[in-house]
């Protein structure tokens, strides 16, 4: 589809003038960042991403990384140069087969000259030759590439790739993936999706995992390690692939005990969500010292550490939850992180009342007599709570709680219509916490703004609503039975 294959006779320099339309003083460069006011670097402008290809060696000794990556979009502007999210090595650069130049900007900008200026809607493949050691890598001082003592992770939000693929970092841009890596023999790498092979050859195991459904980029995870892998199929159907460290010490029966019950997880959140969005689910558990658990697409990261107090279905439930709410439906923008987290964690609540340790009113009466009027959690404003408070407690709980306030609002019937309707009418696509309240009132047909102001958006303790109030006033609030597995999730905060 490129205009120099179309004219292969043609001297380069002839070619070249033939390739540039009238209009090329509207060639501009894209913009640095795709334009999310949370983190006005992360992503790109100019083009949008609908394929990675990743191909990689990883020695795990040493930490080196190396491969080739070749990226398929699409130009959306008339394009003079472009940037990628990537902070490893490059050595080569090629647009559309033609040696590019490139050179790094910024905290984590590759800047992308091809040889000629892209016309707007045009197809573009870029191939990205790189290598480095991901640990030795940071940007805004930070580090999100986890490393083992068998290997390393990449698992973060909201943002991973930089590390060790070049992308369009935001989740905006999603895109189906292919990863195959090779490690030496023993080791294994672990990655989205289906394995499609794995092969050993001269000391080195190639994996290749396949996701076909769009991804967002900080959904997309690897981990190098020594794992072992379970593999089977949840009743309602879904291929299921879990792996464990070799080297969980005491948090490995924990840990398989929760991880392993996926399977039935799934199925019993689709009673819910509707039809699990992927062809395979899962999740895996490295040893690393983090602490936190993040939704991976298919393949769900663990830290040991949310084992370390037992057995947890309730972390397994809230990123699998996630599945449906965060990665068939994305967010559009990091200012709508409670389509995220709110849902997830209701889907703990769900599931406390389904092991009967509290119902989900009872658990939105716990969180909101717990915190009274003056506490620092209610200036948190779930529905844009601000780039530094994104993954703040008050995302969760008081997100949850105006979920339950919803529900409230608009019956069970209307409710449990939105809640399975939304995956549907989103599916594998982007939406913002403005779709969510339209769609609410599309289902239910009541007015909402002043319900998703009051609990989303207000930097105060809402009044307890008049008509079926969240807490009797007065009464003590006992602490549901389930708060201990739904609070020890929250581990999730800080780096
Ligand atoms: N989405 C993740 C979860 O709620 C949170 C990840 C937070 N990131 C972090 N670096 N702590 O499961
Ligand atoms: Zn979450």
Not at 260 to 272: A, I, M, N, Q
């Amino acid at each position: 589809m490129h205009r120099r294959i179309l004219a292969p006779g043609v001297p380069a320099a002839a070619a070249l003038l033939l390739a540039i339309p009238a209009s090329a003083a509207s060639w501009s460069p894209g913009a640095p960042g795709i334009g999310d006011p949370y983190y006005p670097y992360y992503g790109n402008g100019g083009y949008d991403v609908s394929h990675y290809d990743l191909r990689l060696k990883y020695q795990p000794r040493t930490d080196e990384l190396q491969g080739t990556a070749t990226v398929l979009a699409r130009t959306t502007q008339d394009l003079s140069r472009f940037d990628l999210d990537f902070l490893l090595d490059v050595s080569e650069v090629r647009v559309n087969g033609a040696e590019a130049s490139f050179t790094a900007s910024g905290q984590h900008e590759l800047v992308v000259t091809p040889k000629t200026p892209l016309a707007k809607g045009a197809p573009m493949t870029v191939v990205v030759r790189y290598s480095g050691v991901p640990s030795t890598k940071s940007a805004y001082g930070f580090t999100t590439w986890h490393r083992t003592p068998d290997g390393a992770v990449a698992a973060d939000e909201p943002e991973s790739a930089w590390w060790w693929f070049p992308s369009n970092d935001h989740p905006s841009d999603k895109a189906t993936f292919d990863v195959s890596v090779a490690v030496p023999d023993g080791t294994q790498a672990i990655s989205n999706g289906t394995l499609q092979s794995a092969s050993s050859k001269l000391g080195w195991t190639r994996y290749t995992w396949r996701q076909d459904k769009p991804q967002a980029t900080y959904l997309t995870t690897l981990a190098l390690g020594r794992f072992d892998i379970t593999t089977g199929t949840s009743e309602g159907g879904v291929p299921v692939v879990n792996a464990y460290s070799r080297d969980l010490g005491a948090n490995d029966g924990a840990a398989r005990a929760s991880v392993e019950r996926t399977g039935e997880l799934v199925d019993w959140l689709t009673g819910y969500f509707g039809p699990y969005p992927f062809g395979s689910a899962g999740g895996y558990v490295p040893n690393t010292t983090t602490g936190y658990a993040l939704e991976t697409q298919t393949r769900v990261y663990y830290s040991p550490k949310q084992f370390a107090g037992g057995s947890n279905t309730s972390v397994v439930v809230h990123e699998l939850a996630h599945q449906w709410y965060g990665d068939d439906v994305s967010l559009k923008g990091w200012k709508d992180i409670w389509i995220n987290e709110g849902f997830a964690r209701y889907a703990q609540w769900l599931w406390s009342e389904h092991e009967g340790e509290g119902t989900a009113q009872e658990l939105a009466g716990y969180v909101y007599a717990s915190h009274p009027a003056d506490d620092a959690f209610w200036t948190v404003a779930p529905g844009d709570p601000g780039p530094d408070d994104q993954f703040d407690v008050a995302v969760y709980d008081r997100g949850a709680l105006a979920v339950q306030a919803l529900r409230n609002e608009i019956g069970d019937d209307a409710f449990f219509a939105v809640l399975k309707g939304w995956p549907k009418e989103h599916a594998y696509g982007n939406a913002s916490v403005a779709d969510f309240r339209r769609y609410a009132e599309q289902v239910s047909g009541k007015p909402l703004a002043a319900l998703f102001d009051t609990w989303l958006f207000q930097p105060s303790k809402p009044a307890a609503p008049a008509a079926r109030s969240l807490v009797r006033t007065g009464a003590a609030v006992a602490r549901p039975d389930s708060w201990r597995e739904i609070e020890a999730t929250n581990d999730v905060h800080g780096r």
